[in-house]
């Protein structure tokens, strides 16, 4: 089974940046997807970005288009999420988790999570 470990969380001042990695090792299927997903406190989890291993194709939530930036890096089997133009509501525990390749949205693995705090 794959395991995955993030780091690089932090509290940052709105309008900063964050990048958040997700190393994965272990078995991983033929094919897949990863994605990041958040949960601030009271609230649900939601979906952030996902990346399809395969071909790179790339899924975002409208609230963090154009401000965060999915990528991978294979050689390292390592998932990156670049977080730029940062808002107190981006403020949750940020969890990785490996997804369905089928419906990157769909996670069915997940990281133990690293904290993200936005000041205003």
């Known amino acids: 089974q794959v395991q995955l470990v993030e780091s690089g969380g932090g509290l940052v001042q709105a309008g900063g940046s964050l990048r958040l990695s997700c190393a994965a090792s272990g078995r991983t299927p033929s094919r897949y997807a990863m994605g990041w997903f958040r949960q601030a406190p009271g609230k649900e989890r939601e979906f952030v970005a996902a990346?399809?291993?395969?071909?790179?194709?790339?899924y975002y939530a409208d609230s963090v288009k154009g401000r965060f930036t999915i990528s991978r890096d294979s050689a390292k089997n390592t998932l990156y999420l670049q977080m730029n133009s940062l808002e107190p509501e981006d403020t949750a525990v940020y969890l990785c988790?490996?997804?369905?390749?089928?419906?990157?949205?769909?996670?069915?693995?997940w990281g133990q999570g690293t904290q993200v705090t936005v000041s205003s």
């Open positions: 988790a490996a997804t369905a390749w089928g419906d990157p949205k769909r996670p069915y693995h």
């Open positions: 990346i399809r291993w395969s071909d790179d194709s790339t």
